[in-house]
């Protein structure tokens, strides 16, 4: 089974740029996406396809992938962008979602 | 409204089953492959499994975890989906969404989430 590797936690400053990144074999061969959540509510689709941002998500939110490694790139860091963020990737019968990484906006 | 709302949760012993539904609205239901994802508290999130269309013979595909104890159906004419779960454990115990996507992310990236239903394995 695929496996993708988040880690925990990164802290920014408003204003700061937040690079959240994800690691694991299945991305060489298959899109990534990027969903964010929040406390007490569902998930929501951040990127697709790696690099494609969701219609009425802002600019500053990025993606991109070199490799086996995706990264969730966030400028200009608001408060508002303080959540859970996971990468989901996989095949048409096998899907992972990375552990998770809390940004935190300090 | 594009709308997905889950039902059936509950308290259930261990051993025992539940069944959720998941009613969907507002997308071509038919045609769209219809997942479940699910979050244990304090957890991250787990996919769970996944139903095709009809045009892709209703194929079904499970995360070993709940492989040979959980079952994915379909209802096109009552634009649901259902999620069986036998055999329940104690580790089942999450909130389970049901997602699934729509034209705007034709690769099939999850764009549409229910509010989620709590189901606690405990005795």
Same mark, same amino acid.
């Given at each position: 089974s695929y496996e993708l590797t988040q880690l925990p936690s990164v802290s920014v400053s408003p204003g700061q740029t937040a690079r959240i990144t994800?690691?694991? +074999?299945?991305?060489?061969?298959?899109?990534? +996406?990027?969903?964010?959540?929040?406390?007490?509510?569902?998930?929501?689709?951040?990127? $697709?396809?790696?690099?494609?941002? $969701?219609?009425?998500?802002?600019e500053r939110f990025s993606g991109s992938t070199s490799g086996n490694t995706t990264t969730l790139t966030i400028s200009r860091v608001l408060t508002e962008d303080e959540a859970d963020y996971y990468c989901l990737s996989g095949?048409? +019968?096998?899907?992972?979602?990375?552990?998770?990484?809390?940004?935190t906006v300090l | 409204e594009v709308q997905l709302v889950e039902s059936g949760g509950? /308290? =259930?012993?261990?051993?025992?089953? /539940?069944? /959720?539904?998941?009613?969907?609205?507002?997308?071509?239901?038919?045609?769209?492959?219809?997942?479940? =994802?699910?979050?244990?508290?304090?957890?991250? /999130?787990e996919w769970v499994g996944r139903i095709r269309s009809k045009a892709n013979s209703y194929a079904t595909a499970y995360a070993a975890s709940v492989k040979g104890r959980f079952t994915i159906s379909r209802d096109d004419s009552k634009n649901t989906a259902y999620l069986q779960m036998n055999s329940l454990k104690t580790e089942d115990t999450a909130v389970y969404y049901c997602t699934s996507f729509t034209v705007v992310t034709p690769s099939g990236a999850f764009d549409i989430w229910g509010q989620g239903t709590m189901v606690t394995v405990s005795s």
């Open positions: 994800c690691s694991g +074999d299945v991305l060489g061969e298959n899109y990534a +996406d990027w969903y964010q959540q929040k406390p007490g509510q569902a998930p929501e689709l951040v990127i $697709y396809e790696d690099s494609e941002r $969701y219609p009425g998500i802002p095949d048409e +019968d096998n899907w992972v979602f990375g552990g998770g990484t809390k940004l | 509950g /308290l =259930v012993q261990p051993g025992g089953s /539940l069944k /959720l539904s998941c009613a969907a609205s507002g997308f071509t239901f038919s045609g769209s492959a219809m997942h479940w =994802v699910r979050q244990a508290s304090g957890k991250g /999130l």
